[in-house]
């Protein structure tokens, strides 16, 4: 339906506006700038790509288009619009299986502009052409890229509305939120249409620098926000964990010395269950005990991460050694009753069977920072250390228990502390910490 009525579109405006020498010279000029800026950017835009996924995605080819908008008849506007959209999908997203997401992509834009066209015409003297300086026109021109970008908003987060039947409207809300960029190339796109509409084709250079800074910032925003999470359980990954951890105990520091608990956990015999089982059930099982940490600690205080294979970290801030040890027991307990289930086939008979996989945990449970030394780097490692000797005494104590320098829970047997264990895990942060 959004092909036909964009194709319709487009055959019904052409008629209306004359095309003009001056207009192919500045379709060229638009077309190429679109490609030019596609070209230096293609490694960076390859890498924002692939972050994206299949989300949200914007590579600033609005600087071009709205240009187009603004300069050319919309025969020709549509003409610059395809030309950008083909060029980037054959340089930066060929590898995708799906090019009908992206003729789908090129027409929603065709379609808003040819409506914003519309609007241009019905109020700016001008047009096709740079307005004049009269307010009235650019507060039309406002309204036309304005309804431009509505358009092709809505009509994209319809569609991924209609392939992802779980999407809430709090993500298309996330999304809203990430347009940012497209605001500041409609931006960009008016200082390019000036540039060339009044000469000023050194002012382009300026425009592609701008360009270049909102590419790589984005990407880099991007990252912060979502790299930062483990891919297979969705919890923060050790370099994150190491960063944020460090602020909240400089943070505690600063407060006078709050007390943070960390918490080191380790999936027992997570070998034997990856050898008779196999390495997908040993994800899943990952993913379970991902699940059961979150479950059990604050949403929007406490700090889950994935140290390395097995083990979880969870940094607990403003809590007493006896709420620690308890979130622990909690963690512990849910683990011990969640099962990984799974379904293997007979390969003689051709049965199916379901197999029940059971998890138990380790945790050692630790209290800093020291006063003495709660620096955020110092008192991190030592809250690190500390829990990962908690850990090993648990795990050389028979497994599924909680350890902590607290008198041992009911559940937790395990001898005293050893002084020679050794912490691998704190050696790890050390590492990552210089």
């Not at 800026?37 to 490694?43: I, V």
């Not at 919309?74 to 340089?91: D, E, N, Q, S």
């Not at 991902?290 to 097995?310: C, F, N, Q, V």
């Not at 849910?334 to 029940?356: H, K, L, P």
Request: aromatic share 8%.
């Amino acid at each position: 339906m959004v092909h036909l009525l964009t194709l319709g579109s487009v055959l019904g405006s052409a008629w209306a506006f004359p095309l003009h020498a001056g207009h192919w010279t500045v379709a060229a000029i638009l077309a190429v700038a679109g490609v030019l800026h596609l070209e230096m950017a293609r490694g960076i835009e390859r890498l924002r790509a692939r972050e994206a996924g299949q989300g949200p995605y914007h590579d600033l080819k609005t600087v071009w288009n709205v240009a187009a908008l603004l300069l050319l008849p919309p025969l020709l506007a549509t003409v610059v619009i395809v030309a950008t959209h083909t060029y980037g999908y054959l340089r930066i997203h060929r590898d995708d299986n799906n090019p009908h997401r992206w003729v789908y992509s090129c027409a929603t834009v065709v379609l808003a502009s040819q409506i914003g066209a519309l609007i241009l015409t019905a109020g700016v003297d001008t047009f096709p052409g740079f307005p004049s300086p009269d307010l009235t026109d650019w507060l039309i021109v406002t309204a036309a890229t304005f309804v431009r970008w509505l358009v092709n908003y809505l009509l994209v987060i319809i569609v991924a509305g209609l392939m992802r039947p779980e999407m809430t409207f709090k993500d298309a809300f996330v999304q809203l939120s990430e347009q940012g960029s497209e605001a500041a190339a409609t931006c960009l796109a008016i200082g390019a249409a000036m540039s060339i509409a009044f000469g000023y084709y050194p002012v382009l250079l300026g425009v592609y620098v701008i360009i270049a800074v909102l590419q790589q910032t984005s990407f880099y925003h991007r990252w912060k926000r979502e790299r930062p999470f483990d891919p297979a359980t969705a919890v923060y990954t050790r370099t994150a964990f190491i960063e944020i951890a460090r602020s909240i105990l400089d943070r505690a520091n600063f407060r006078g010395g709050d007390q943070v608990g960390c918490l080191l956990l380790d999936l027992d015999r997570f070998k034997k269950i990856n050898d008779t089982h196999g390495h997908h059930v040993g994800d899943q099982a990952l993913v379970q005990l991902a699940k059961a940490i979150k479950h059990e600690i604050r949403e929007d205080k406490d700090l889950a991460a994935r140290w390395g294979g097995e083990e979880f970290v969870v940094l607990v801030p403003e809590v007493t050694h006896a709420q620690l040890c308890e979130v622990a027991e909690r963690i512990r307990h849910r683990v011990s009753i969640t099962q990984v289930v799974y379904t293997v086939t007979d390969e003689d008979t051709g049965n199916a069977a379901t197999r029940n996989v059971e998890m138990t945990v380790s945790i050692g449970a630790a209290m800093g920072p020291n006063p003495d030394n709660a620096t955020g780097r110092e008192g991190l490692l030592e809250i690190i250390n500390e829990a990962d000797k908690l850990m090993y005494s648990a795990k050389n104590s028979g497994r599924n228990r909680v350890c902590s320098t607290l008198p041992p829970h009911p559940t937790d047997t395990s001898d005293p502390i050893q002084p020679s264990v050794q912490s691998a895990v704190a050696e790890e942060a050390s590492r990552y910490l210089q």
